[in-house]
């Protein structure tokens, strides 16, 4: 089993300019999770998703876009990208209350 | 509303001594806890977890933390480090009133010295 994959794993992107991060999971779980984390402020959730065509806002959803269309998938789309976007991005997926499985990441940077 | 302090932002240590990583929560329903390592570029992995049943949970590599209801905490402890546990920390609670969706504490930098 591959676990949660994210791609790309590094991206550089000019101001203004579009992308999607993807992740994809083999584990067939329910729940998926956006988060961003930034030195010394922890992880903040960006979206969630409880099932496939659920999806809904967490603590910094604004400036960010997902849909649920498997329970596969779940992309993370950045329109208008900021400097403030800066940042790792972690997407997860669970059963309801147990662990966590986390992606390596991916390191965007908007110049 | 859930919400979880990780009161120390970094610990340094020397190598063989023991250590204490705290981890406070709040929630006012039945909680799930955990504890995550983070190694430099790489994502977060599960080191413990207190679903139900002992209070006292262990990992594999010596780690232990103790879910204590009264003072809402799950403070994880090592009696003898290693200079391989240097990494990120971090405590998360997940709950019904929080949509089982986990919150994360700001995370614990582990410095282990020679």
């Known amino acids: 089993n591959a676990g949660v994959t994210q791609t790309p794993k590094f991206r550089i992107l000019k101001i203004g300019q579009s992308m999607t991060l993807q992740c994809t999971q083999d584990?067939?779980?329910?729940?998926m999770y956006w988060y961003r984390q930034d030195p010394g402020m922890g992880l903040k959730l960006i979206y969630y998703?409880?099932?496939?065509?659920?999806?809904d806002k967490g603590e910094v959803p604004n400036g960010y876009n997902v849909s649920r269309s498997t329970t596969e998938d779940f992309p993370l789309r950045l329109e208008l990208a900021a400097p403030s976007q800066t940042s790792v991005y972690f997407c997860a997926s669970s059963w309801r209350e147990t662990e966590a499985f986390f992606g390596q990441g991916t390191r965007l940077t908007v110049v | 509303a859930q919400s979880v302090t990780q009161l120390d932002s970094q610990v340094p240590v020397f190598e063989e001594a023991p250590v204490e990583l705290r981890c406070n929560y709040s929630?006012?329903?039945?909680?799930?806890l955990f504890w995550y390592v983070q190694y430099p570029n790489q994502g977060l992995q599960l080191l413990l977890k207190y679903l139900s049943g002992s209070t006292l949970v262990e990992s594999i590599n010596g780690f232990e933390a103790e879910f204590n209801k009264s003072q809402t905490s799950f403070h994880l402890r090592k009696p003898s480090v290693h200079i391989s546990d240097t990494a990120e920390y971090f405590c998360?609670?997940?709950?019904?009133?929080?949509?089982?969706?986990?919150?994360f504490g700001r995370g614990t930098s582990l410095i282990v010295h020679p």
């Open positions: 584990m067939n779980h329910n729940y």
């Open positions: 998703s409880v099932g496939a065509g659920i999806t």
């Open positions: 998360a609670v997940s709950s019904s009133g929080g949509s089982y969706i986990p919150t």
């Open positions: 929630s006012s329903v039945s909680v799930y």
